[in-house]
């Protein structure tokens, strides 16, 4: 099948490009453009609200009348302004109104379609003039005022010269006479000529124009003399300011609507108003000067349209203009609407790409068949940053073929570039260059006949460089250069150039990587293509192009050069070939090792510290040999990188670490990585370079200006190549420890080498710390931590020192915690073989390889057992062995000091009943009675039995955080002690640990059972119960003491308090009191609906007679109830606690606004105070209202007989008669 055959559109035929807003002559071509809208969701949406705002605003004043339609070249903005001006003046086209004809275009499931056509059924309403145009093109718009040029449109839209003076003197004023078309037929009598073809030159027919003035108005102007005066004299005023403009407008406004009795509205339409405005500050005043005075005199009557290419927002930025400025307009501009490209790719699927039935089938065939794996490779481009492309599925693949998705998406993103770059910025976005015109182009007269293809062909981008070229986008020089590339380039074929054209047309989208897949992507040809294939075909084109200094490569993309930067690349090119291996060794160091105290490494190999344990352990890093400075730790760490493969191999490194020098070093052998050597050596050379060009005083401005864009952007980028190169290398490599070689787990996470290479590093810590578990602690206070310990404060004692575990509960030293066993360890094997133990050789060896621990914990250790009577001090020749002695904290405080005390362990005992009682504990526990009399047995039971507890607590607490009950103190406290049993390893400490917390742990136990029952059994339930009572505290201050509603709330909040919601008579009364609750909220929710109900009514039956009293006319009576009698109908309709509960409120409210309106109503009768006033005097103020209520005369407010009646009424009647006479309004509440 033809290519051509597959469309449901003729899209041979040209589709005419650009809607321009000022061409209204020509009925069919009207007609034609509001039947060919497409209406996408997002103009659907946009359409409705401004549609809605317009009609809601007849006849009421309006300051909000301007609408801001922004969106980049083909988006579709020229083309929605023009169309919603058609919807409000609604014209009759070709017999049909524009509404009756955009009705067809709507939907008929769209969801606004209702909306829309209820907003179109009003434009009878109101008539609406339209004066539409481009201002960037009418003459002399960038040195004329803009009054002057909107003035002159209007008066040409009226049938007046072009001569904004001719006009605005003479025809106006002979408008107003009756006498304007005597004028004309005058005119045209003279010349010979109709008024339409003089009105456009009047300066060519001067002398017919005078002449006719004289004749029609001799009594103003006799001569041709005094014409010509009284046009000098008027020259010399000001006729074009934004006010004259403005009120010239609103007269002729209310002269139509006084001739026809319908509201008139003008509307501009000021297209492309961004080429306008530019940089120039001064005319974006002028166009805030105008919008401002549009809407403060206008008042809804006159309404405008600016569409321009950025939002309001960057307007403002490039014209350089105040924010204050900015939020004052934006203020008038109630709809902002960005259309994007979004937009106009569906106009384009439409009007477009629409495909036959049996074309579409065809399509989705093609893509199943050829491959969606093989199709969608070539449709999507790969590694797109900070942005999204769209997908090319099997349906997106058919609506856009033979183009791909991305494709279509991309080409507003080229056309800005190619125009940026050209500093043209939105200069030519009024020209035939839009997505529409350049895709179509592309089928009908590309380089290929594209439309007379077989299916299966694809359009290649190097075709939109193809059309763009000739419509003249392309800079002359880099066309000249492409041109030239079959004969300058040796071996040059059409491939290469066309790889050079979509080259240079992706050259400054630094979204898109220029990688040789991407590429690739950019030239298919056909389905049958592969990117593989086509990488294949167009790599010996970039190897030509890249001998030919025309394109340059960086990591692994591409660039086309022009001009400074081919330069700039032989520069690189010959200082890369002068590179020697230390040269590499030197700038690697230099550059992403270590340099001038900036830890460089940290880039790629992140940090210089292991985890283990929840603790971090720092080592000695070195790379490549280099020492890294600042870097410390019991272990090294050497690693060799890519750059050291050759001269080391990983056998030589294993024989090394066997070496008893090495024992605790580990090292890392970097894999290789091909292009390591070559990225650096790029990496250098460019940046030894950029240094070059930027400091060279003979580089022109414009070679400077490049070496800092290749500083800022393609320096980074190689420096991110290079680290990624040696991340890939730590991805590949291997690690080595005491003879033992291993490649790198990634553990899935191949984006986090230098994390995993850590991780694996931590699996040795427990051959190089074996015993650091045991006290895994960082004490972050030492001072506080060792008076605390040596006073016995362990009810204040700090998080460290708990933490440590050195007292029991009740409040004495643990001999048997982990840290006061490994120092009384380590003094007693020592003292066996008569060793004298000084604090720096306990430090270095607790600290040190094996154990890991810090030596802070081990001084606090120490004053622990100093204070048990476990260790005594020696100092010189003095013992100490109190705990309270001063010089003996002193010792203990100061590292200096403590290092060279002597050490000497003393005995302690342990209590045998205390193993009795604790095994008893165990069997009353687990009903298990056949536990051995041993720690270790004792201890084993206790790791079953806590270790379900702790199960069963940990799904109780997740369950409870979520659904907000709250956990007795038994409960809290016993699942702690119980963890903090479960942590204790050594069977000796966890015995004694039970013992000292036995009470807390067996509430523990029993408070765990209750819970992780109820949980299962009442978890629903329980979570009702908290959102019926969340909800009745919303509305509690209107509950009645005596409601069950409030009953449940107190027991509820009681229970809740003592945290004994599950407990089984108390979950029981409470859900009885819920149900009472329920029952009892049900007649309260009525009576509050009735209360409502009757306040309406009573407001408006009151209503006739309050219009009588107030002198109003009975009309007005819907007008005012309407929103009593909207609140009314929907009384039954509200249904939460908290919207019935309000509705007695709401009602008042609205019968107090009720009579606010009234009193406004009453206001606007009354004479206006000049009026009013006689003999020139002052108008009177305004009285100022005040309110009265019962509570303010009374504290008794309440009446049971007439007497307390006649008593409140005489009180209230003094209050109000004493402000009248105080010259105020009185409102009764």
Same mark, same amino acid.
């Given at each position: 099948m033809r290519i051509g055959d597959l469309f449901d559109t003729p899209v041979a035929d040209k589709i005419e490009p650009v809607i321009k807003v000022g061409e209204r002559a020509d009925e069919a071509k009207l007609a034609g453009e509001v039947s060919s809208y497409v209406v996408t969701p997002t103009i659907e949406k946009h359409l409705d609200d401004m549609l809605e705002h317009w009609t809601d605003t007849l006849r009421n004043k309006q300051t909000e009348i301007g609408i801001w339609i922004s969106g980049y070249f083909g988006s579709g903005k020229s083309h929605f302004a023009?169309?919603?001006?058609?919807?409000?003046?609604?014209?009759? &086209?070709?017999?049909?109104?524009?509404?009756?004809?955009?009705?067809?275009? +709507?939907?008929?499931?769209?969801?606004?379609?209702?909306?829309?056509?209820?907003?179109?059924?009003?434009?009878?309403?109101?008539?609406?003039?339209?004066?539409?145009?481009? &201002?960037?093109?009418?003459?002399?718009?960038?040195?004329?005022?803009?009054?002057?040029?909107?003035?002159?449109?209007?008066?040409?839209?009226?049938?007046?010269?072009?001569?904004?003076?001719?006009?605005?003197?003479?025809?106006?004023?002979l408008a107003n006479q009756g006498k304007l078309d005597q004028l004309h037929k005058s005119v045209e009598m003279r010349t010979g000529k109709k008024w339409s073809e003089i009105q456009s030159n009047p300066g060519f027919y001067r002398n017919h124009l005078y002449d006719a003035v004289v004749e029609v108005a001799p009594n103003n102007f006799p001569t041709r003399a005094d014409v010509d005066k009284s046009l000098s004299d008027a020259q010399k005023g000001e006729l074009h300011n934004v006010r004259f403009l403005v009120q010239t407008i609103l007269d002729d406004l209310d002269k139509r609507e006084r001739e026809t009795g319908k509201e008139q509205r003008l509307l501009f339409v000021l297209d492309e108003s961004g080429q306008w405005i530019q940089d120039d500050s001064g005319r974006l005043a002028q166009l805030q000067a105008l919008v401002e005075e549009a809407a403060t005199a206008g008042q809804g009557k006159i309404w405008i349209i600016v569409t321009t290419h950025g939002d309001m927002g960057s307007i403002y930025k490039e014209a350089k203009a105040l924010e204050g400025d900015m939020k004052k307009i934006e203020g008038r501009f109630r709809f902002k609407p960005a259309l994007t490209t979004e937009n106009i790719e569906l106009v384009l699927e439409d009007r477009l790409f629409r495909k036959t039935a049996a074309g579409a089938i065809c399509l989705q065939k093609e893509y199943e068949t050829k491959g969606s794996g093989t199709i969608r490779g070539l449709g999507e481009l790969a590694n797109v940053t900070s942005r999204s492309l769209p997908s090319c599925t099997k349906e997106s693949f058919a609506t856009y073929y033979p183009f791909f998705p991305y494709q279509v998406n991309l080409i507003p993103e080229i056309v800005k570039s190619l125009r940026s770059k050209g500093g043209r910025g939105e200069q030519l976005s009024g020209s035939t260059r839009t997505l529409l015109a350049i895709t179509q182009d592309i089928l009908r007269s590309g380089r290929r006949g594209y439309l007379d293809e077989e299916l299966g062909a694809l359009v290649s981008y190097h075709? *939109?460089?193809?059309?763009?070229?000739?419509?003249?986008?392309?800079?002359?020089?880099?066309?000249?250069?492409?041109?030239?590339?079959?004969?300058?380039?040796?071996?040059?074929?059409?491939?290469?150039?066309?790889? $050079?054209?979509? *080259?240079? +047309?992706?050259?400054?989208?630094?979204?898109?990587?220029?990688?040789?897949?991407?590429? %690739?992507?950019? +030239?298919?040809?056909?389905?049958?293509?592969?990117?593989?294939?086509?990488?294949?075909?167009?790599?010996?084109?970039?190897?030509?192009?890249?001998?030919?200094?025309?394109?340059?490569?960086?990591?692994?993309?591409?660039?086309? +050069?022009?001009?400074e930067k081919r330069s700039f690349e032989e520069d690189v090119a010959n200082l890369e070939a002068g590179f020697m291996q230390q040269d590499r060794e030197r700038g690697l160091q230099d550059e992403f090792v270590y340099s001038q105290g900036k830890l460089q490494h940290r880039e790629w190999l992140d940090s210089n510290a292991i985890e283990y344990k929840g603790h971090e352990f720092s080592v000695k890093v070195s790379v490549d040999g280099f020492e890294i400075p600042g870097t410390k730790g019991d272990v090294s760490f050497r690693f060799f990188t890519p750059l050291a493969i050759g001269r080391v191999s990983l056998q030589e490194i294993e024989n090394q670490s066997l070496r008893d020098d090495n024992v605790n070093t580990v090292f890392f052998v970097s894999g290789r990585v091909d292009e390591f050597d070559r990225d650096l050596e790029r990496y250098l050379a460019m940046q030894s370079t950029i240094q070059s060009w930027v400091g060279d005083p003979q580089k022109s401005d414009d070679a400077r200006v490049l070496a800092e864009e290749r500083n800022n952007e393609d320096l980074p980028k190689l420096r991110r190549r290079v680290i990624e190169h040696l991340r890939t290398g730590i991805r590949t490599g291997h690690l080595v420890f005491r003879g033992a070689s291993r490649q790198l787990n990634l553990h899935g996470d191949p984006s986090k080498p230098s994390k995993a290479m850590r991780v694996n590093m931590a699996e040795y810590w427990p051959r190089l710390y074996p015993k650091f578990d045991k006290v895994p602690i960082r004490i972050s206070s030492d001072q506080r931590a060792i008076k605390d310990v040596l006073s016995g404060e362990t009810s204040a004692a700090t998080q460290d020192v708990r933490s440590l575990k050195l007292f029991d509960k009740a409040g004495k030293v643990d001999l048997f915690c982990p840290l006061l066993d490994g120092i009384k360890m380590h003094l007693s094997t020592e003292q066996r073989e008569k060793r004298r133990v000084l604090g720096s050789a306990l430090v270095d060896r607790l600290s040190g390889i094996g154990y890991g621990w810090d030596p802070n914990a081990i001084r606090v250790g120490v004053a622990a057992l100093v204070r048990a009577g476990a260790v005594k001090v020696v100092v010189g020749q003095k013992e100490y062995a109190n705990a309270g002695d001063p010089d003996l904290a002193k010792t203990l405080l100061n590292n200096r000091d403590f290092n060279k005390a002597e050490l000497i362990l003393e005995d302690a005992t342990i209590d045998p009943p205390v193993l009795e009682a604790v095994r008893k504990f165990i069997i009353k526990l687990s009903k298990k009675r056949r536990i051995d009399e041993t720690p270790a047995a004792i201890a084993e039971a206790t790791e079953a039995v806590g270790t379900v507890l702790r199960d069963q607590a940990d799904e109780v607490e997740n369950w409870a955080s979520g659904a907000g009950l709250p956990l007795p103190e038994e409960f809290v406290k016993g699942t702690s002690?119980?963890?903090?049993?479960?942590?204790?390893?050594?069977?000796?400490?966890?015995?004694?640990?039970?013992?000292?917390?036995?009470?807390?742990?067996?509430?523990?136990?029993?408070?765990?059972?209750?819970?992780s029952e109820f949980r299962k059994n009442n978890g629903e339930a329980y979570r009702t119960l908290v959102s019926s009572a969340r909800g009745y505290e919303a509305i509690e201050h209107r509950i009645p003491a005596d409601n069950a509603a409030s009953s449940?709330?107190?027991?509820?909040?009681?229970?809740?308090?003592?945290?004994?919601?599950?407990?089984?008579?108390?979950?029981?009364? *409470?859900?009885?009191?819920?149900?009472?609750?329920?029952?009892?909220?049900?007649?309260?929710?009525? %009576?509050?609906?009735?209360?409502?109900?009757?306040?309406?009514?009573?407001?408006?039956?009151?209503?006739?007679?309050? *219009? $009588?009293?107030?002198? &109003?006319?009975?009309n007005f009576e819907a007008q005012l109830a309407q929103p009593l009698q909207a609140f009314a109908d929907k009384i039954d309709s509200d249904a939460t606690l908290v919207q019935v509960s309000a509705l007695s409120r709401t009602a008042e409210d609205l019968v107090r606004d009720l009579g606010n309106r009234i009193v406004v109503e009453v206001n606007k009768r009354k004479p206006k105070p000049d009026d009013a006033v006689p003999d020139g005097k002052p108008a009177p103020k305004p009285r100022e209202l005040k309110s009265v209520r019962a509570t303010d005369v009374a504290t008794v407010t309440r009446v049971s007989d007439i007497a307390q009646w006649d008593a409140l009424q005489k009180r209230l009647d003094k209050r109000v008669r004493e402000l009248l006479d105080g010259g105020y309004d009185v409102e009764l509440k």
């Open positions: 023009k169309i919603f001006s058609l919807l409000v003046a609604n014209p009759t &086209l070709k017999g049909r109104t524009a509404a009756e004809i955009f009705e067809t275009r +709507l939907l008929s499931d769209a969801p606004h379609r209702g909306s829309i056509l209820r907003s179109l059924s009003r434009m009878g309403e109101c008539e609406c003039g339209v004066l539409a145009f481009n &201002l960037h093109t009418i003459a002399d718009s960038k040195t004329r005022p803009l009054p002057a040029i909107l003035l002159s449109q209007y008066y040409q839209s009226m049938g007046f010269s072009a001569n904004l003076l001719y006009a605005r003197v003479i025809e106006a004023e075709e *939109l460089y193809y059309n763009l070229a000739g419509e003249g986008e392309v800079s002359p020089d880099v066309r000249t250069d492409i041109g030239k590339i079959k004969k300058d380039v040796p071996g040059a074929i059409d491939l290469t150039q066309y790889v $050079a054209e979509v *080259l240079y +047309l992706i050259r400054e989208l630094s979204f898109i990587p220029r990688s040789i897949d991407n590429i %690739a992507r950019l +030239l298919p040809e056909s389905t049958d293509d592969d990117v593989q294939s086509v990488a294949t075909r167009i790599l010996p084109e970039l190897e030509r192009l890249m001998r030919a200094g025309m394109v340059g490569r960086t990591g692994d993309e591409y660039e086309f +050069l022009t001009g002690g119980w963890r903090d049993v479960l942590d204790l390893k050594n069977p000796v400490h966890r015995v004694n640990a039970v013992f000292s917390s036995m009470e807390d742990l067996e509430g523990g136990f029993d408070s765990v059972a209750l819970h449940f709330l107190a027991e509820y909040r009681a229970a809740y308090d003592a945290a004994s919601i599950a407990s089984h008579p108390i979950w029981n009364s *409470l859900q009885s009191k819920q149900t009472q609750a329920a029952a009892g909220i049900k007649p309260l929710l009525q %009576a509050w609906r009735d209360e409502a109900r009757s306040t309406i009514d009573k407001a408006l039956k009151r209503l006739p007679a309050d *219009l $009588a009293d107030h002198g &109003l006319d009975s």
